[in-house]
């Protein structure tokens, strides 16, 4: 597509890993242990304009993915190369949490400004971290570095929603972790969400069921509400981890099919 229109944007969801064999009981608070769960598959965004480019989370490497025991695809700077795109030329890269999936490979984008909610570094640095049902989700070593990025002046704080660029915001929804962000970005089908760990999987959502790793579950759960108010459709929701997003979006080109998803069109059903 020619990108002839500065608020209108591509947008890419570029799955890097994968990891199988979930319970329910991991991807829904009260599932039964003994149901079949979904598998997540781990993704990076890219959303651009022919203004601006934005790239929405970094990924794991491979040395905390083989520690965690998830299995690495396509490493997002390739994904993004294939895309295009220049890791070490983007701009802006929105950090929607600092979840160890999420923060990873920051290093990779030496140019980059790093848009977090100041709720998030509160969170990541604070009390909570001390017990480990809270901080097993993040990488001390991530944080600490990204603490360092502060001083280096190259993170932009926000505190709620805001607009970086015409047909782009971030929205604070909160829930997961305390400072998550979502992305709410104009394309060719109208406003899409890119919910992040908003919602996990579709599932979550749709049916009300949380995702275990919570922060706020009365958050997590007016978060979907809060989704559904920023899309122009609830099909136009991305979740931030469901394998099915690869199924209901067709890849840019044939080369890219299991790797890249085109979000800035409907899914199919």
């Known amino acids: 597509m020619s990108l002839n229109n500065s608020s209108t944007y591509e947008v890419f969801a570029i799955r890097y890993a994968s990891l199988s064999n979930r319970k329910a009981s991991e991807n829904f608070?009260?599932?039964?242990?003994?149901?079949?769960?979904?598998?997540?598959?781990?993704?990076?965004?890219?959303?651009?304009?022919?203004?601006?480019?934005?790239?929405?989370?970094t990924g794991f490497d491979a040395a905390v993915g083989e520690r965690r025991g998830r299995k690495i695809m396509t490493p997002p700077e390739e994904g993004l190369k294939r895309l295009g795109v220049d890791a070490a030329a983007v701009k802006d890269v929105v950090i929607t949490h600092l979840h160890y999936d999420h923060v990873g490979n920051f290093g990779l984008f030496p140019a980059a400004t790093f848009h977090l909610q100041d709720d998030e570094m509160a969170y990541a640095t604070g009390r909570h971290m001390a017990q480990k049902f809270f901080s097993q989700a993040y990488e001390?070593?991530?944080?600490?570095?990204?603490?360092?990025?502060?001083?280096?002046?190259?993170?932009?704080?926000?505190?709620?929603?805001?607009?970086?660029?015409?047909g782009f915001s971030l929205h604070r929804v909160a829930g997961h972790t305390k400072g998550l962000q979502v992305v709410r970005v104009r394309t060719r089908v109208g406003w899409i969400v890119l919910a992040s760990d908003a919602t996990h999987l579709y599932a979550n959502m749709n049916e009300t069921r949380p995702f275990p790793i919570v922060y706020d579950v009365p958050r997590m759960v007016e978060g979907y509400r809060r989704l559904r108010e920023l899309a122009d459709a609830p099909e136009l929701i991305v979740p931030g981890h469901d394998p099915l997003v690869m199924r209901r979006y067709p890849a840019p080109s044939a080369d890219l099919q299991g790797v890249v998803a085109r979000l800035d069109q409907k899914p199919s059903s």
């Open 140 to 166: 001390v070593d991530e944080v600490v570095a990204m603490v360092r990025e502060v001083y280096r002046g190259r993170v932009r704080f926000h505190d709620g929603d805001a607009e970086l660029a015409p």
């Open 29 to 57: 608070i009260g599932g039964d242990p003994h149901e079949t769960g979904s598998d997540l598959d781990y993704y990076v965004w890219l959303a651009r304009s022919a203004a601006r480019t934005f790239v929405i989370d």
